[in-house]
Every structure is written in structure tokens, then in C-alpha cells.
Nanobody, 125 residues
Framework: QVQLQESGPGLVKPSQTLSLTCTVSGGSITTNYYYWSWIRQPPGQGLEWMGAIDYSGSTYYSPSLKSRTSISRDTSKNQFTLQLSSVTPEDTAVYYC?????????????????WGPGTQVTVSS
């Protein structure tokens, strides 16, 4: 059973870069056909898929966030990370990492099978 756990600062100042790490257990992030995504939910809004990194290290981004988002991985630690630059209060949300075994990237949040518990990130000065 794949398990995911998000970690990172809960408070980020406007204009700074938000950095989160997802630690994976029960499976390897290099396992064929697994995709590893970041998804967020702002207060009072729905889930938003932000981007993903696949088993080979290829990355995929939401067009609306592509200019500010970077996803990378550390295979030695079985972790993948999210960096979101130039944050504003509108980036305040619960951030989730999630995974799915699939042959193509899934951009529908509810399509993911394994989820971390989520971490609250607030953007405020």
C-alpha cells in the first residue's frame, strides 16, 4: 500500500517561493507507470491539479500554474517536491500529494488513488 506524507512550512510570505516535499513509503517513485501529483484546495473551493512527475522523471504542469511551478524528485530519498514561486494570498490552500498507476497523466484530482493527509499553507505577511 503506497503511503504519502507532505511536509513543509505552514506559513509563507507574499512574493516568496513555497516549497513542499512528499515522502513516499510502500512503493518506489520510479515504479513503472506511477504518476506523482500535487493537488491543492483553497478555502471554500474545489480541488485543483497543479502538476505531476512520472516514474521516469518527466514533468507535467497545469497551464494556469506552469510559469510558477516546478516539480522535482530525489530518488535516493523516495521523495518528490513542489516549488511555487511568487506566491500571493490566493495561493493559500491545503496542499496534497497524490499518486496513481496509469499510462497517461491524469489531471482530474478525483482520479488519484493514493493521497497524503494534506498540509495547510497560508500566504500572509
Amino acid at each position: 500500500q503506497v503511503q504519502l506524507q507532505e511536509s513543509g512550512p505552514g506559513l509563507v510570505k507574499p512574493s516568496q517561493t513555497l516549497s513542499l516535499t512528499c515522502t513516499v513509503s510502500g512503493g518506489s517513485i520510479t515504479t513503472n507507470y506511477y504518476y506523482w501529483s500535487w493537488i491543492r484546495q483553497p478555502p471554500g473551493q474545489g480541488l485543483e491539479w497543479m502538476g505531476a512527475i512520472d516514474y521516469s522523471g518527466s514533468t507535467y504542469y497545469s497551464p494556469s500554474l506552469k510559469s510558477r511551478t516546478s516539480i522535482s524528485r530525489d530518488t535516493s530519498k523516495n521523495q518528490f517536491t513542489l516549488q511555487l514561486s511568487s506566491v500571493t494570498p490566493e495561493d493559500t490552500a491545503v496542499y496534497y500529494c497524490a499518486s496513481k498507476e496509469t499510462i497517461v497523466v491524469v489531471t482530474t484530482p478525483r482520479g488519484y488513488d493514493y493521497w497524503g493527509p494534506g498540509t495547510q499553507v497560508t500566504v500572509s505577511s
